[in-house]
Each structure stands twice: as C-alpha cells, then as structure tokens.
C-alpha cells in the first residue's frame, strides 16, 4: 500500500514540476516526440577486438543509428537543445511466441518485465539522441520509461525542455 502511495506522489510531484516548468517559458514549449516502430534495444557492454581496441556491438550501433534517423526527422533541422530536458518513453513489446495464445492475449496492456534491463534500453536511447535532440546526455535531469505487453514492438520517446540555471544576470527575470 505505501509503495502506491509513494508512487502516486513522486508521479503527482513530477507533474506539479512539468506545470511549473511550462509556466515558466514564454509560449508553448518546444517538445520534441518521435515513434519507432521496432523493439527498445538494451544497450551491450563494448567488446574487445583482436587489435586491443574496443568497439560497440552492431546491434547496439545499428539500434542507435535507427533511433538517432528518427530523431533527426522530429528534430525538423532545429539545433539541439542546450537546456536541462526530461525524456519519457513508452515502450510495447509483443508477448514471446513460445506463450500459449490465452496467455499472450492475457499480457496484453500488462507490465512487461522480461530480461532485458530498463536502465540499459533508457542507455541506448538516450545515446542514440546525443547532439541530435541535446548536446549531451548529460542535460537530462528527468527520465522515465514505461513497459508494457503489445500487440507489437514500438516506443514512442518525447523530449521536453526545462528551464535551467540563467547563466547572466539578465537571463533573470
């Protein structure tokens, strides 16, 4: 019970920062969302090639390149933002075929919580829209991602801007 009062509070707490935010910018934000139409990919660990220099699995860096296209069309030739940011992504996956038929249309609209770990999928994303939608991931002051059982694999990922520290007095208004 408490875990759903908790959850409940750090959600209303993040929107109530969202409210703020938007408050705070002149005119309407310059949200940035996009959908891909494959699975989340959870970032691999880099390999060790046999000349001793390391380099990043072709499943990661074609998940990566794939992503960063869809971003860049989204993007519609705008910089990428310098400011803090908050990512949310919503991801489906489609229930594994190996399940009977009543248990795959069981799971649909259900948590998914199979093997690949959420922090290493945000990873990836996140990776794959460095000096695309931000600068650096580093700007990201808020991320979030949602898992769900689909009728097939998709995510949708949307960016917002936030204000961040002003860097001049005039800056403050």
Known sequence: MSDIIA???????????LKAEIARTEGPMNTISFNCDFPAVSKARP?????????TPKATSDFERAVAWQAKAAMANQPPMTTPCRVEIYALFTP???????????????????????????KAICDAM???VYIDDRKIAHVAMERYYGRMDTFRVTVFPLDGVPQTKAEVT
């Open 47 to 55: 390999r060790l090639g046999r000349s001793g220099r390391t380099y």
């Open 96 to 122: 594994p075929k190996s399940w009977p038929k009543w248990k795959q249309a069981a799971a649909l609209g259900k948590p998914y919580n199979d093997q690949r770990d959420v922090d290493n999928q945000i």
């Open 130 to 132: 460095n000096e695309v």
């Open 7 to 17: 959850k409940a509070h750090f959600y209303a707490l993040g929107e109530k920062l």
